[in-house]
């Protein structure tokens, strides 16, 4: 039996639901690393994170883990508006470059479902800072089905 496209799996009112939860800024892990859902399309989700001073190494980089709950967080969120209700999403694996170092500011980034099945996803996500691209991962993620 063929899987469903990514088209056919697409629930916009769940993507809404994301959108909405981090109008006014999202709690936890997100919430502190400044991340901001932007836009969702099927399979594809843009956000910003705001990387504040406290967060810079001595050398006043982005310290890679907060690169890395970035990645992490963006590459888990792109798959929900395509799950079944009930459904979540764990990291299994992620891989990332770090490519460009980034300064305090504001980063742009993009996640792309690139397969998904019923039970697994594989998913990039990439974070740009002043236009450039500064990390790229590729993620797989466990889908499971509720108790």
């Known amino acids: 039996m063929p899987q469903p496209t990514l088209e056919e799996r697409y629930d916009q009112k769940i993507a809404d639901r994301f ?22 399309e099927p399979g594809r989700l843009w956000c910003r994170a705001t990387i504040r001073e406290e967060l810079l190494t001595p050398f006043g980089n982005a310290h890679g883990g907060v690169l ?65 691209l500064a990390c790229a991962a590729q993620g797989t993620l466990t889908i499971v089905d509720p108790k």
């Open 68 to 132: 890395a709950g970035i990645v992490d967080h963006i590459t888990g969120i792109v798959v929900y508006p395509l799950m079944k209700s009930g459904q979540w999403a764990a990291t299994t694996e992620v891989k990332l470059n770090y490519i460009a170092p980034v300064q305090a500011g504001v980063v742009e980034t993009e996640s792309t479902v690139l397969a998904m099945t019923n039970r697994s996803a594989v998913v990039r996500g990439e974070i740009y800072f002043q236009g450039r």
């Open 19 to 40: 959108l909405a939860a981090t109008t006014g800024g999202a709690g936890g892990l997100p919430g502190y690393l400044g991340i901001e859902h932007v836009r969702f």
